[in-house]
């Protein structure tokens, strides 16, 4: 009998992610240089926010331009794979990185140096 995994669309993300981060960089990815792929991933994490930035009319002296919903919206694809990209070479798998997800909130919403918890 087939062993069939119950994966949520984000584990399948995940793994997808994770196989073209290997296609592209070695099948040793990211054990190489975890330091390095740090680096790399933040450089390519800052561009592609520069370049949903540049989707938006940031510019308070230059003419208002109407918002391309759909390059914003793979702008924010590309922030997500690269920060999931980012992610493997630090956690060991999706749930361990959802659960540091999850105490980070949990921290967040009794922060008491937050306003909005005042």
Known sequence: MENIKNETLEEVLYE????LQKKVFGQTWPTRNIDFSIQEYCKLLGVEVK??????????????HSLDIPAIRQEIAD?????????????DD?????????????KNEVRDDWIINQ
């Open 94 to 106: 999706y749930h361990d990185l959802i659960n540091e997800v999850d105490k980070k909130t949990q």
């Open 16 to 19: 997808r992610i994770e196989f």
């Open 79 to 91: 922030i997500y794979i690269f920060t999931m990209a980012v992610s493997m070479t630090v956690f």
């Open 51 to 64: 370049e949903l930035l540049q989707e938006t009319n940031y510019r308070a002296h230059k003419q208002l």
